[in-house]
Nanobody, 122 residues
């Protein structure tokens, strides 16, 4: 009933910038928190940044000061502006949305996108 699609990944040199987008669609009554995670090869999926419905952001220490998360509730979209990229930022980036689904009541259901690859060359 709900689809989440990321876009905006790619290859960039160290020090460069990229903006990721994530749009949710389907039987959405409301989206509460949205977040970006990343997973490097052979590693676990880690939280990068999250944002509440009221636009309160939170960041992991590794990206604080370099990445900015924002959202557009009217478009059911969340963004991740990534500046001063480092090779260690290389990973597949996943979007997560906590959704109240139409007809399912006021309970968060987790939906994930398929991921978008970000590669930072040194």
């Amino acid at each position: 009933q709900v689809h989440v699609v990321e876009s905006g990944g790619g290859l960039v040199q160290a020090g460069g910038s990229l903006t990721l987008s994530c749009a949710a669609s389907g039987s959405i009554f409301r989206i509460n928190a949205m977040a970006w995670y990343r997973q490097a090869p052979g590693k676990q999926r880690d939280l990068v940044a999250s944002i509440t419905r009221g636009d309160v952001p939170s960041y992991s220490d590794s990206v604080k000061g370099r990445f900015t998360i924002s959202r557009d509730n009217a478009k059911n979209t969340v963004y991740l502006q990534m500046n001063s990229l480092k090779p260690e930022d290389t990973a597949v980036y996943y979007c997560n949305a906590k959704v109240w689904v139409i007809g399912w009541g006021p309970t968060d259901h987790d939906y994930w996108g398929q991921g978008t690859q970000v590669t930072v060359s040194s």
